[in-house]
Each structure stands twice: as C-alpha cells, then as structure tokens.
C-alpha cells in the first residue's frame, strides 16, 4: 500500500512528498543539487546542504592528514534506510558494493592533488564517478543517512500538520554532526502509519530523482576524450585522428585495470589532469549538481 493511502488520502500530487508504496521500493535516488536548491515547507535544505559538504570535505581531509583508516570507515558507516523506500528494492541482489580498498585507492591518488583541488573534488559527484562498484543506491544511502535529522523532522512536521502524526516506540538512528564532524546515533520514536504497524519516513518530491545522469561514462567522453581527440587533431589532423572510442580502446587496451576499468580510467586521468573534473563541474552544474530530472509528481516513478 502507498504511503497517502494508508495515510487516510487518496493518490495525490499535491501533499509535497513521495508516494511510496510501503512493501517495496521505489527506483529512486536522494539528488544532493536538489537538496541544495530545494525549497520545501519544513525541510531544512540550508542545514542539510552544509551537512553534505561537510560529510565530504571531513572523510577527505582525515585523509590527508594521515587519518586514514578513520577515514575511511566514516564512509563505510553507512546503511540503508530501510524507512525511506528508495533504490532497488530489499533482498535483491545489488553487487558488492564498493569496498574500503576502493575507497581508500581514490582517496590516496586524490590526496596526491594540491589542497584547493582535493576540496572541489569533495563531492558526491566524486564518489560517483570515480569509485568502483560505487553507485546510484550507495550514494543515495549515504545521503539518506547524512540527512537522517533533517527528513525526520520534515516528516514528523508534515505529518503533524496532517493530523497523521504517530510515533511508535524509539529506536536507534544515525545522522551527521557538521559541528562535530562526526556521526551520532540518537534513540528517536518511529515515525508508524496510523495502525502503529509500519515506520516510514517522508522525502520532499522536490529532492527526489529518478537517475543521476554524471556517471563516469558521461565524464569520460564528454570532458577526457574530447579533450585527447583535440590533442589527436592538433598532431595528425583531423583526417587522421582517432574517434573518442578508438581512443579510449587504444588507451585501455592490455589494461592494468583489474576492476571497472572506466572509474579506474577516469581516476587515472584525472589526476594527471585536475582541471578536467573542474571542466565538467564548470559544464554540467557547480559541485553538487548531478544534471538528475526533478520528478513531475508525487507518484512518478516506477517499483523496483
């Protein structure tokens, strides 16, 4: 059953928040550019935009300061929120995720930058793109968590105002301290649907997408090869240089890379040429923005 109905609503578009259906997932992801620029009654977007700035710009600096296995694990601390009902749906197979060598090979090539490109690389979109085995359902997993206090208080602040307003008994959930620069797990009162049998948590529609359309294909032939096609161009001329994906074979051809050779491609390139994450920030939206679709209702989306 969807989240309206067993609210006491029909299906509706206009009470602001996704219509999830409580007994499987949607495909959905939390956009942090929507997060950014959201302007939703209840929902702190100022607060939860400093959160996730803060959340990348602290697991990168430990880093860089030699603080690595911290690090790292403060990007591992993560786990899905099952009350949100975004993703692909629980119990089917979703990979192996990205592991903690994988975390910590990009943060130890990104530690090797100068301090002002490690903080433009202190993204979301960094994670993203050059992270194996790190996708669309682990970010949004992360940002569902370091946003936890803020959609909590959205939530009960809707319901409240709905009259739907039901807490159950308390139980324990984490959320990011900018101040702190930590995580913190607080003992806080399920959010139930009015038989006191399910938690749930409400998520604006407005910070809602159905993809995240940056991924390191889009990097890499957007922004890495066609700045080497220009190269190839400016060498041999236009007649005789190589295609983007000619390119791109020849350059990863009896490739060192063991695992998803495009992020371990688009890592390697990238250090050796900061500016062109800059190049694609600049191109495609500043710092956060992932160039998502904002959904059209509150029941646009499909079930996983």
Not at 161 to 181: C, E, I, M, P, R
Request: charged content about 25%; overall charge negative.
């Amino acid at each position: 059953m969807k989240i309206q109905k067993d609210l006491g609503f029909d299906d509706s578009d206009t009470l602001g928040f996704v219509n999830t259906d409580l007994e499987r997932d949607a495909l959905l992801f939390v956009d942090p550019n929507f997060i950014r620029t959201a302007k939703v009654p209840s929902f702190d977007s100022q607060r939860a935009y400093e959160k996730i700035q803060d959340f990348f710009k602290h697991a990168l600096h430990l880093f860089s300061i030699g603080k690595k296995q911290e690090a790292i694990a403060t990007i591992m601390s993560v786990h899905e929120n099952n009350d949100i009902h975004f993703g692909f749906s629980h119990g089917l197979p979703k990979g192996k995720g990205p592991s903690p060598e994988a975390i910590w090979h990009v943060f130890e090539r990104i530690s090797e930058l100068e301090k002002p490109v490690q903080d433009k690389m202190a993204s979301p979109l960094m994670l993203l793109i050059l992270v194996p085995r790190f996708g669309p359902d682990a970010l949004s997993d992360l940002l569902g968590n370091i946003i936890f206090d803020e959609l909590y208080e959205y939530s009960a602040k809707t319901l409240e105002s709905l009259g739907k307003l039901n807490k159950g008994v308390n139980a324990k959930h984490v959320y990011w301290d900018n101040q702190g620069h930590q995580w913190v797990t607080e003992d806080v009162p399920d959010l139930c649907t009015p038989d006191g049998g399910q938690s749930m948590l409400l998520v604006p529609t407005r910070i809602a997408t159905k993809m995240y359309t940056s991924t390191a294909s889009d990097y890499v032939f957007k922004i890495i090869l066609i700045a080497q096609r220009q190269a190839e161009i400016d060498k041999k001329g236009r007649k005789d240089a190589l295609s983007k994906k000619d390119l791109y074979k020849q350059n990863t051809a009896h490739s060192k890379y063991t695992d998803d050779v495009m992020k371990n491609y688009a890592l390697d390139e990238t250090i050796k040429h900061p500016e062109y994450m800059q190049q694609y920030y600049d191109k495609y939206g500043r710092f956060l923005d992932l160039n998502s679709e904002h959904l059209h209702s509150d029941n646009d989306y499909t079930l996983a």
